[in-house]
Each structure stands twice: as C-alpha cells, then as structure tokens.
C-alpha cells in the first residue's frame, strides 16, 4: 500500500531559525515524490519535486530510500513560509498523487 | 486567470439532494483529477481521466458519486443523494505533459 505519512501537524519556529518539516513514505517501488504547498487563502501549489533536485524559494528536500523520507528543510525561515505544506507520492506509472496529512507551518517574527 | 477553475465555490445543500461540480482545466492539458479533502486531512484520490476517458476510480467514489469530462475538455462530478459525510472541498488538478499538478481552487460542498 502506498502512504505518506507527515508526523506534525503543527510546527512553529522563529523567523531566521532553521525549519524541517517531516515526510515519510511506504511504497514498495520507486516512488516519485512532491512537496506541495498551500499559502493562505491560494490553491495548492508544486513547490518541489525530488526528480528535479532543485532548490525553491531556499528550500530543499532530499529523498532517503533507506529511510523512505523526503523531509523539507530551509536554513533560515522568512514570514511568507508561513503555510500549510503537503508531502505527497506517486508510484511508478501511476497518475495520481497520494497525499499527507499536511503540516501548518508559522513563522513566528 | 489561466489556470484550473472550479464553479461553484461554495455549495450548500441539504442532505438527499444531488448536487453537480464543474472543472474546467488548462486548456491544453490532456489528464484531470478530481480528489476530495475533508478537514485535517490531506487531498484524497477520487479519479482522473485522460481526455475523455476515464482510466482510474478511487474505491471511495461509491456509486452515488458520477464524474464525466464529455469532450475531454471541462469535467462534471455529480453527487447523488448526497450525505453528511459528503462535506468535503472538493478538489480539481490537471496535468500536462509534465508532472505538475496545477489545481484549482476548489468547491467546498456543506451538507445539512
């Protein structure tokens, strides 16, 4: 079965402190995997995807086979990452996205 | 604003009415995905097509849920006799030829 799982729902740091925001992942094969992020009152947005190994907005995420984790991190949180962050998988010719519970990211000034 | 739209945005009805959502996606993007996401939770998969076919159903879309995308263009999803438990923001994404889902804002369906 595949499934994300986001352990905080909840995370509050200082603005310039360091963020990490948790994703693990079960899936059998070799998943494609996505943060998606959701900015108040805006739709769902791609943030990141593994594949393309880039940095967005200064965050980054590196994908862990052996720990099936794909946390998120950025050295020094701004205000504006202050949103609702989906980590989310895809399995390998699937189409569709299989989602987190989210974690509520505040960045607190 | 060229990117997914969902009509309504906002849908109240009460419980045993049918209610109809429309998507209609970028315009060039061949696959659409309804998903549902209820509070707390993250987006759930409902189904998706390409063009017009649809190629996948979630076990959650139970039969009184129907979704077409006739002309492989804009997409309906119609919920029958709806429920309680039906209150959800219902979501639309669609997919070119890349990975990106680019979603929609939603319609969020409030069943009393």
């Known amino acids: 079965a595949q499934r994300v799982t986001q352990p905080e729902k909840l995370l509050s740091v200082f603005k310039g402190a360091p963020v990490e925001l948790k994703c693990n992942y079960s899936?059998?094969?070799?998943?494609?995997l996505f943060w998606y992020v959701q900015y108040s009152r805006q739709r769902l947005q791609l943030l990141l995807r593994?594949?393309s190994r880039e940095s967005i907005k200064g965050f980054t995420a590196d994908l862990n086979k052996g720990e099936t984790s794909f946390h998120l991190k950025k050295p020094f949180a701004q205000e504006e990452d202050s949103a609702m962050y989906y980590c989310?998988?895809?399995?390998?010719?699937?189409?569709?996205?299989?989602f987190g519970q989210g974690t509520r990211l505040t960045i607190n000034p | 604003d060229t990117g997914v739209s969902q009509d309504p945005r906002h849908k109240i009805t009460k419980r045993g009415q049918n209610v109809t959502f429309r998507c209609d996606p970028i315009?060039?993007?061949?696959?659409l995905y309804w998903y549902r996401q209820t509070l707390g939770q993250g987006p759930e998969f409902l189904t998706y097509?390409?063009?017009?076919?649809?190629?996948?159903k979630s076990r959650l879309l139970s039969d009184r849920f129907s979704a077409e995308r006739p002309k492989g263009s804009f997409s309906t999803l119609e919920i029958q006799r709806t429920e309680q438990g039906d209150s959800a923001m219902y979501l639309c994404?669609?997919?070119?030829?890349?990975?990106?889902?680019?979603f929609g804002q939603g319609t969020r369906l409030t069943v009393v």
């Open positions: 097509f390409q063009n017009e076919a649809q190629l996948e």
């Open positions: 315009s060039e993007h061949n696959r």
């Open positions: 989310a998988l895809k399995g390998q010719g699937a189409q569709k996205l299989v």
């Open positions: 899936y059998s094969g070799s998943p494609e």
């Open positions: 593994h594949i």
């Open positions: 994404a669609s997919t070119g030829g890349g990975a990106e889902a680019f």
